[in-house]
Nanobody, 120 residues
Framework: QVQLVESGGGLVQPGGSLRLSCAASGSIFSTMGWYRQAPGKQRELVAG???????NYADSVKGRFTISRDNAKNTVYLQMNSLKPEDTAVYYC????????????????WGQGTQVTVSS
C-alpha cells in the first residue's frame, strides 16, 4: 500500500532553518504538498506543488519557505528558512492523485506528521 514517510522535523531557534522531506511509494502524484496544524488551530495548507512544478504558498510563508519535488524519487521537500515561533506546528505531507482519479485505492494520502518547534 502507499506510504508517505516524513523526516526532517525538530527543534530550531528563531531565524533558523529546517528541511522536511516526504518520500511516497507508488506511482507519481498529481500534487504533493505540506500542511500544518498548530494547537487549537485548523489544519492549513503551507505549500503545494504539481507534477509539472507549479507551486503555491500560504501568504505567511512566502519568501521564507520553498517547496520542491523530485519526480524520479517521488519525493517532496520543504526548505524552511527564517523560522518564526508561529511556524511551530505538526507538519503533514499530502499526496493527491488528482480530482479525476478513478483507480483502485484512495485518491489522497497523508504522512504521519512531524513536529516542528521554533523556540529559543
Amino acid at each position: 500500500q502507499v506510504q508517505l514517510v516524513e523526516s526532517g522535523g525538530g527543534l530550531v531557534q528563531p531565524g533558523g532553518s529546517l528541511r522536511l522531506s516526504c518520500a511516497a511509494s507508488g506511482s507519481i502524484f498529481s500534487t504533493m504538498g505540506w500542511y500544518r496544524q498548530a494547537p487549537g488551530k485548523q489544519r492549513e495548507l503551507v505549500a503545494g506543488i504539481t507534477s509539472g512544478g507549479s507551486t503555491n504558498y500560504a501568504d505567511s510563508v512566502k519568501g521564507r519557505f520553498t517547496i520542491s519535488r523530485d519526480n524520479a524519487k517521488n519525493t517532496v521537500y520543504l526548505q524552511m528558512n527564517s523560522l518564526k515561533p508561529e511556524d511551530t506546528a505538526v507538519y503533514y505531507c499530502n499526496a493527491d492523485r488528482g480530482l479525476w482519479y478513478n483507480g483502485r485505492g484512495p485518491r489522497e494520502y497523508w504522512g504521519q506528521g512531524t513536529q516542528v518547534t521554533v523556540s529559543s
